[in-house]
């Protein structure tokens, strides 16, 4: 079935190394994708979005991109800080009749070693 | 701007007990969702509205009721509560409801006994 899943459940990096957290979609007729970072009791934060039509979109210290032909996500995070140890979830619109609804992933927990 | 605000905060109900999750936003946007996220299934749509006046099903509806009351709030309620609905509920709104980050509220934490 149609599903939206990350490869890794756990990620642990060292404070300052970059990270990479990927995604999995399947439904190629998506066309939009956000990653929401989630900290403990809090809900998810919007980190940053892409539009199908792209394959790179950059923000402040975070990167995604976009691999349409095989249907995958990731999103970098330059020199990782202890602030960015979290739940990481990507979400696909998935396009319905009524129109668009965000499917979220199972999410990724970053771990920041100091 | 406070954003969505969602309350209560914890809520411990019975089985077969009824309560209304309140949220309210005051970004003026036209969509609204409530979702669910219990551990290991990520987050689940129970309902949305589109634009005020609408209402429409998500993936596991069953259970709940909505209320689109204005622009600004979306209820959600639980008319017979079961222990399958102890979760943390989040509430969000976006511009609308095509291709517009969702912002979400810090959640209500519900356990049902």
């Known amino acids: 079935g149609e599903s939206v899943g990350l490869h890794l459940p756990t990620l642990s990096v060292q404070e300052g190394d970059n990270s990479i957290i990927n995604c999995a979609y399947s439904n190629s007729a998506s066309d939009y994708f956000i990653w929401y970072k989630q900290e403990s009791g809090k809900g998810p934060q919007f980190i940053i979005d892409i539009r199908s039509n792209m394959d790179k979109r950059q923000g402040q210290r975070v990167t995604v991109l976009l691999n349409k032909t095989v249907k995958h996500l990731s999103l970098q995070i330059a020199a990782t800080q202890p602030g960015d140890s979290a739940v990481y979830f990507c979400a696909e619109n998935r396009i319905y009749n009524q129109g668009g609804k965000l499917i979220f992933g199972q999410g990724t927990e970053l771990s920041v070693k100091p | 701007n406070a954003g969505v605000t969602q309350t209560p905060k914890f809520q411990v109900l019975k089985t077969g007990q009824s309560m209304t999750l309140q949220c309210a936003q005051d970004?003026?946007?036209?969509?609204m969702y409530w979702y669910r996220q219990d551990p290991g299934m990520g987050l689940r749509l129970i309902y949305y509205?589109?634009?005020?006046?609408?209402?429409d099903k998500g993936e596991v509806p069953n259970g709940y009721n909505v209320s689109r009351l204005n622009k600004r709030e979306f209820s959600l309620r639980l008319e017979s509560a079961a222990p399958s609905q102890t979760s943390v509920y989040f509430c969000?709104?976006?511009?609308?409801?095509?291709?517009?980050?969702?912002?979400f509220g810090n959640g209500t934490r519900l356990t049902v006994t």
């Open positions: 970004m003026n946007h036209n969509s």
């Open positions: 969000a709104s976006s511009r609308d409801s095509n291709n517009s980050p969702l912002h």
């Open positions: 509205s589109a634009s005020e006046g609408t209402t």
